[in-house]
C-alpha cells in the first residue's frame, strides 16, 4: 500500500480540453507529489504538451479542476500569476531572446518579474549560469552557443526565478546526439537536489534513472501510471509495449 504523507502539489482531477471539436484531453486524473520526478512519454499527438500547459495556464482546460501548490486556476489572473511563479518550464526550442546575451537573458525576467536591482539580477543569474556550468558564456549571444548550451541558458533561466516545479517538454528533441547528455546531466542533477518535475521525454534511460513514476498516455488518456522498473519491466497494455519497442 502507498501510504501519502502529503498533499500532491500539482492536482488534476477530471480534467478535460478541447480544440474546437476535438477532444484533445480526455478526463484526467493526474497529480504530483512534492519532489517527485514524474516522466511523461506517449506517442506523437498524444496530448502530453497540452497536459503540461495546462500547469501554468499556457492553455486552458474546459471541464474538471487543475489546483497548483493549493491554487485552483481559473480565469483570475492574480492567481494565474501566483502559480506562474512556482512553475519554471523548459521547452524543445529554447525560446532564449537573440537580442539579449546569455546573462541578459537570464536576468531580465529577474528585474522585471521579481524587480530585483540590476546588482541583485546578475548576481543571481550568474549563481544558476555557474550551476548548468556555463558561467564562462554569460557574454555571448544564443545565436553563438551550441544547442546543449542554450538549453542550459534556459534552464539556468528558469531556475533563477526560484521556481518550485519545473516542467520539461521534450528538451532534448532538438539537439544533436552529441548534446543531448549534457542536458540531461545538468536535469539528473537538478533531480538529485529535490526539485518537483514533470518531464516530457522520450529518454528511456534517463526515465529509468530519474523518474519516480512513468506515466504513459495515449488519445489525450492516461494509459499507464507505475514506478520505471514496473512500467519497463511489465507493461501492462498492448499500446505501451508497442510504444516501448519504438522508442528502447
Ligand atoms: P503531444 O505533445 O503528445 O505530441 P499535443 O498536446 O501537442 O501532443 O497535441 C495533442 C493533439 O492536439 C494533437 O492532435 C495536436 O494536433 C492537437 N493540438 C495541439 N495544440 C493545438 C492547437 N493549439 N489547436 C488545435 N489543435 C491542437
Ligand atoms: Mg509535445
Request: aromatic fraction near 8%; glycine fraction near 10%.
Given at each position: 500500500m502507498e501510504t501519502r504523507t502529503m498533499d500532491p502539489i500539482i492536482a488534476m482531477n477530471g480534467v478535460s480540453k478541447w480544440f474546437g471539436d476535438f477532444q484533445?484531453?480526455?478526463n484526467l486524473d493526474f497529480s504530483v507529489d512534492p519532489g517527485e520526478r514524474v516522466i511523461l512519454c506517449g506517442?506523437?499527438?498524444?496530448?502530453k504538451s497540452t497536459l503540461i500547459r495546462l500547469i501554468n495556464r499556457l492553455e486552458e482546460h474546459q471541464e474538471g479542476t487543475i489546483a497548483v501548490n493549493g491554487i485552483e486556476l481559473d480565469d483570475d489572473p492574480h492567481k494565474i500569476e501566483q502559480v506562474r511563479a512556482d512553475v519554471g518550464m523548459v521547452f524543445q526550442?529554447?525560446?532564449?531572446?537573440?537580442?539579449?546575451?546569455v546573462l541578459e537573458n537570464c536576468s531580465i525576467p529577474l528585474r522585471l518579474?521579481?524587480?530585483?536591482s540590476a546588482r541583485e539580477a546578475e548576481e543571481l543569474a550568474m549563481k544558476y549560469l555557474s550551476r548548468v556550468r556555463i558561467?564562462?558564456?554569460?557574454?555571448?549571444?544564443?545565436?553563438?552557443?551550441s544547442g546543449g548550451q542554450k538549453q542550459r541558458v534556459a534552464i539556468a533561466r528558469s531556475l533563477s526565478m526560484c521556481p518550485r516545479i519545473m516542467l520539461f517538454d521534450?528538451?532534448?528533441?532538438?539537439?544533436d546526439p552529441e548534446m543531448v547528455k549534457e542536458v540531461l546531466d545538468t536535469m539528473v542533477e537538478l533531480a538529485r537536489d529535490g526539485m518537483t518535475m514533470v518531464c516530457v521525454t522520450h529518454e528511456m534511460g534517463f526515465a529509468k534513472e530519474v523518474g519516480d513514476r512513468i506515466v504513459f498516455m495515449d488519445c489525450g488518456q492516461i494509459i499507464e501510471s507505475a514506478p520505471p522498473a514496473e512500467f519497463f519491466g511489465a507493461p501492462r497494455t498492448d499500446r505501451a509495449r508497442e510504444f516501448l519497442g519504438q522508442v528502447l
Open positions: 484533445v484531453l480526455k506517442p506523437s499527438g498524444s496530448g526550442h529554447f525560446n532564449l531572446f537573440p537580442h539579449l546575451t518579474v521579481q524587480k530585483k558561467p564562462d558564456q554569460a557574454g555571448k549571444y544564443p545565436g553563438q552557443l521534450e528538451p532534448t528533441s532538438a539537439l
